[in-house]
Each structure stands twice: as structure tokens, then as C-alpha cells.
């Protein structure tokens, strides 16, 4: 039997050979390129329209039905955030939106909503941030009175639990005692601080001071305040009956009261484009972690789609950016090295240019950036970069339709933003009629390479050059000592 299956084996290893001699010679190497595959073009999406309820206290519902699995997915933003807190009580609006959920309710403790919550295999998640809070909620749709009840009891009825309160804020003030661990974190805060400004919301900075003038009593006066249905925006996807839902949250959430609180606008970013460079010591480290870039700009600018294809070209397409092929590639000088003009809606991000590379190249690496950056501007971008530079967005475009959850959240982000409900498909075909001058001409409106400021994170003495090389205005070195609490048995 072993002799019959050798020369089976040996006989299909000679038929392979003949067809193979046949069909291709072996001195003639076969030629392949994946430019030569045509692809049809992709469906248009279908965006299905999407139901919206306004409840007579102003809160805002939003909802669209998938019975494709039997679940229910909610987000609720609520547009207000940490910018409210007073300057004293930085992390306050943190903390609120961490306990919210939790720190339990009236009806349940905290125990006894997570072992629910477990129970259930269902997921209740808040969380503060500067410009809004939010709750999220996936649940089995047989659940869906539990998952409105559940919602209305932490969105209206925190509990604040002084238990969970307590190991909140030990979990707070260990974070702060480790802040300066990594440096590339610290790169990274610092830099934020130098852009917004070091008293600015966007970049607040919690200290054992302001730990120690939050007490429990003030989450709850922050929440009645605020936490009101006018400032609420909740989004339901799943699987339910539409009328049915709309019942059962008017049951729970219209007798919400109104409240009388007129919120203050949020604080306008100003700045001027000028030259700095702040330094950071990390005494005998071998790597530098070095920022630069300047303020950024917003989610709906006119321009935003050109530069998308101009962010992927130049620094965030990985390894087919400049910044990749030019100072990794070609000049060995570092293993990461990312640009990005950034946006947000609310207020302007940031253009955002990192490498983390040996301090015996940090001087050179950072003006090579800047030196990318003029010449991206002078030169522009080939017809070969330009393709890279749009496909990374459109392969993935239809991404943000594989789930209905994603349709239904965006209809309340454009709704907020007074945005139109095409917006993302008017921005598909923008990046589509991108041309390379469009690029050349958003690198130049927007880049200012020569304006930049700069956090360096590192040991300048083991620098290639000193720091003053650089030529970009004065060098602060930054303090980041962590200010002691002031009673010892607090922190």
C-alpha cells in the first residue's frame, strides 16, 4: 500500500512538472501587478431615513429600526462637559461623568447594577469630557424596558455612591502621581498645553488641589444643574417597534423638568502663530519624543476634504507618507513618525507632527519635518502620491454605513452642528475631484512650518546639535514637577 501511494505521489509530482513546462517556462519570471485589476465601482449607499422625536422639555430622540440581530444600541450625548467646572475643581466634570454610571442609582446600588448588568450580558458605560458627557447601551431588544428604565435612572437618578466615590478619587490621584512615566505622554500633554494654553479648558491639568476641593456633594450639584433634557441628545438603534419605543421613552423621559439654566458658550480658542520651543528633561534618556505643529482647524471647513488626501500624502498614510519615506525610510533617523492636521467640531484641533528617535538625531530629525513640509508645499504631490493619498479614505468609506447604530448616531452629530444629512457622501465626492493642485494649495493655506511650536522630551546633552539650532523662537525648559498635596494624608 506504501509503495502504491509513493508512486501515486511521484506520478502527480511529474504531471505538475509536465504541465507546469508546459504552460510557463521556468527561466521566464512571472510579472504581476495589482494596478492591473479592474474593480467595478462600489453601490451607492442607501442611507435609511431616520425617525426623529422632540419631547416637550427639548430633549431629542433620534431612531431607526434593525431587526437584523435582536439588540438594542443607545447613545446619549448630553452638551454640556468639564468646561462648566469651576477653576478650581479641575476634573469635576470627569468625575460626574465616570460616576454617573458608576456609582449606582436610587433603585439600585452600585453592586447590584453591576451584577445585573452582568447577569444580563448587557454593557451601560458614561464618561465626562470638555465639551459633552455621554452614555452608551447595548442590550437584548427582549430587555428594552429594563434598558429605558436603566437609562432614565442613572441619566435622572444618580446615586453618587460615597464608596465609589472614595476609590474614584484614589484612582485620580494615582493617575496624577504617574503622569510623568512615560515621556512620550508627557511630549504629548505638554504639547497640547502649548497650543491651547496652559489655563485653557482644552487643556486642563488635574491637581491634588483641586482633588481636594471636590467632595461628593458637588457631583450632585453639578449634575442637578445641568444634567437637564434640553441638553440631551439620545440616539436608539435596534430592535424594536417604533411606536412602541417612542411610548416607553415618553413614559420615562417626558416628565423630566425642564431647567432655567442658560449654559455659557464654549470658550473661544485664540491664538497667534509664532515661534517656541519648551524642553523637557529626561536625564540619561536614550530616545527623544519631540512635537510640533500649531492650531488646527474644524470638522466642517469648506476645505476639509483636500486636506484629508493632503494629511494621508504627508504624514497619517503610514507607510506610504513622506514623513515615513524620507526620515525612516531613506534617512534611518527614527521608528515612528506621524503628521496630522487635525479637526474637531467644536473647537479647532491641532496640526499635530511627532517622531520618537534617538537623542543623537533629535535636532536633525525635527528639521527635517519642517523641511518636508516646505517642500511639500513648493513642489506638491504626483499623480502616483495623490492616488495614495485618497484610497485610504475611500477603501474604507463604506465603513461608516455597516452598521445602523453608525447612520443614526451621525444624524445627531449633523442635527447638533446644523450640518446637511449628505454631508459625508458631498465629502466622498470632494476627495474623488481632489487634484494635486488642490493639495499645493491647502498645504499652503494651512502648514505654517515656519510658525510651528515645539515640546522636545529628552536628555539634551546627548542632542546632536543644541536645541537653539533649531532657530524657532525662545527655549523654555518646563517645569513638570507634580505639586505635593498639601495634607499628605489625603493623596
Known amino acids: 500500500m506504501r509503495k502504491l501511494l509513493n508512486k501515486l505521489f511521484i506520478s502527480s509530482l511529474i504531471a505538475l512538472s509536465l504541465f507546469n513546462t508546459s504552460s510557463v517556462k521556468a527561466e521566464e519570471p512571472v510579472e504581476f501587478s495589482f494596478d492591473s485589476i479592474k474593480f467595478p465601482p462600489l453601490h451607492d449607499v442607501a442611507v435609511p431615513d431616520v425617525n426623529k422625536v422632540t419631547l416637550n422639555n427639548g430633549m431629542r430622540i433620534y431612531l431607526l429600526e434593525d431587526h437584523s440581530l435582536p439588540l438594542i444600541d443607545v447613545f446619549v450625548r448630553i452638551n454640556i462637559g468639564s468646561y462648566l467646572e469651576p477653576k ?3 476634573g469635576l466634570g470627569d468625575i460626574v461623568g465616570d460616576l454617573l454610571r458608576e456609582g449606582g442609582t436610587e433603585k439600585w446600588s452600585p453592586d447590584e447594577l453591576d451584577e445585573m448588568l452582568e447577569g444580563l450580558g448587557a454593557s451601560v458605560e458614561t464618561s465626562g469630557d470638555v465639551t459633552f458627557h455621554s452614555l452608551g447601551l447595548n442590550m437584548l431588544s427582549s430587555q428594552k424596558d429594563l434598558a429605558v428604565e436603566l437609562m432614565d435612572q442613572i441619566l435622572r437618578h444618580p446615586r453618587f455612591d460615597e464608596g465609589r466615590f472614595e476609590q474614584a478619587m484614589i484612582g485620580y490621584k494615582s493617575g496624577i502621581a504617574r503622569r510623568n512615566d512615560n515621556p512620550s505622554s508627557v511630549a504629548s500633554r505638554e504639547f497640547r498645553k502649548m497650543i ?8 486642563a491639568q488635574t491637581e491634588y488641589s483641586d482633588l481636594a476641593n471636590i467632595k461628593r456633594e458637588d457631583l450632585i450639584n453639578f449634575h442637578k444643574r445641568y444634567y437637564k ?16 419605543m417612542v411610548s416607553l421613552l415618553k413614559k420615562h423621559f417626558e416628565k423630566w423638568e425642564k431647567g432655567n439654566e442658560t449654559l455659557p458658550p464654549i470658550p473661544e480658542v485664540k491664538y497667534d502663530f509664532d515661534q517656541r520651543i519648551g524642553y523637557v528633561e529626561f536625564k540619561d534618556a536614550k530616545q527623544a519624543n519631540i512635537f510640533l505643529g500649531h492650531i488646527g482647524g474644524l470638522s466642517y471647513d469648506k476645505d476639509v476634504p483636500q486636506r484629508i488626501v493632503m ?3 504627508l504624514g497619517a498614510g503610514g507607510f506610504s507618507s513622506r514623513y515615513f519615506n524620507i526620515i525612516r ?9 506621524y503628521g496630522v492636521y487635525d479637526s474637531n467640531y467644536t473647537y479647532p484641533g491641532m496640526f499635530i507632527n511627532f517622531t520618537g ?14 523641511d518636508v513640509i516646505k517642500k511639500f508645499q513648493t513642489e506638491g504631490v504626483t499623480e502616483e502620491e495623490l492616488n495614495s493619498g485618497k484610497q485610504p479614505y475611500l ?21 447638533l452642528f446644523g ?6 457622501q458631498k465629502q466622498k465626492e470632494a476627495v474623488e475631484k481632489t487634484t494635486a493642485e488642490d493639495v499645493k494649495a491647502v498645504a499652503n493655506k494651512y502648514l505654517k512650518p515656519d510658525k510651528m511650536r515645539i515640546i522636545i522630551c529628552g536628555d539634551k546633552e546627548l542632542f546632536d546639535e543644541p536645541i537653539e539650532s533649531l532657530d524657532n523662537g525662545p527655549v523654555t525648559q518646563i517645569d513638570i514637577t507634580i505639586p505635593e498635596p498639601k495634607d499628605r494624608d489625603k493623596r
Do not use: W
Open 311 to 313: 494629511n494621508n500624502i
Open 329 to 337: 525610510s531613506k534617512a534611518g533617523l527614527c521608528y515612528s513618525v
Open 229 to 244: 433634557p434640553e441638553f440631551v441628545m439620545m440616539s436608539v438603534c435596534g430592535d424594536f417597534k417604533m411606536e412602541e
Open 196 to 203: 491651547y494654553g496652559k489655563d485653557s479648558v482644552f487643556a
Open 357 to 370: 528617535t534617538n537623542c543623537s538625531s533629535a535636532i536633525k530629525a525635527t528639521k527635517m519635518i519642517k
Open 419 to 424: 450640518l446637511p444629512y449628505d454631508f459625508l
Open 88 to 90: 478650581n475643581q479641575v
Open 395 to 415: 477603501n474604507k468609506f463604506v465603513f461608516n454605513f455597516d452598521s445602523k447604530e453608525k447612520i443614526v448616531n451621525r444624524m445627531l452629530t449633523y442635527d
